[in-house]
């Protein structure tokens, strides 16, 4: 990864971190990111109306923060046929493991990445086996319309 993408990586996570800490009903907080040809873009969920959000749906590719104790955002919403990155911006190792077994990543080092392709529907909660507290959720949809 060149120097470009991991000064871009680091603004999304400090912009990720700066608006979580002032979330508000209607700005949602983490706020889910997702790489196309290379580059991060911070996914803003759509209003459907005064107030509420559309649960954000992710297509393609989506990217997941690793860092020391968390996963940002800790649950994401797929479609079948994403794929998703986990990048370790923590200091320690830490993995993705699905409890079902159906990926694990191994240890990530520091700017580590695994990637991961959904082929079916379901909830996949994950976690760090290195650390007990650090667990997510990736909830996949059918593809379709």
């Known amino acids: 990864m ?3 993408a991991i000064v871009r990586l680091c603004v999304v996570a400090l912009v990720i971190a700066l608006s979580s ?5 209607t700005q949602p907080s983490p706020t889910p990111v ?11 969920p759509t209003p459907t109306s005064a ?6 749906v992710l297509s393609g590719t989506a990217a997941i923060e690793v860092g020391d104790q968390f996963f940002l955002p800790s649950q994401i919403t797929v ?9 370790n911006h923590g ?4 993995t993705a493991t699905a409890r079902d077994n159906s990926f694990n990543s191994s240890n990530l080092e520091f700017g580590g990445t695994y990637k991961f392709t959904f082929t079916k529907a379901g909830r996949f909660p994950y976690y760090c086996m290195n650390h007990s507290d650090m667990f997510g959720e990736v909830l996949v949809e059918p593809a379709g319309p």
Request: glycine share 16%; aromatic share 2%.
């Open 2 to 4: 060149g120097g470009r």
């Open 21 to 25: 800490c002032g979330a508000t009903a």
């Open 34 to 44: 997702r790489t196309t040809n290379g580059r991060v873009e911070v996914m803003t």
């Open 51 to 56: 107030g509420s959000q559309a649960p954000q």
């Open 79 to 87: 479609k079948v046929g994403t794929t998703v990155t986990w990048i």
């Open 91 to 94: 200091q320690v190792l830490h």
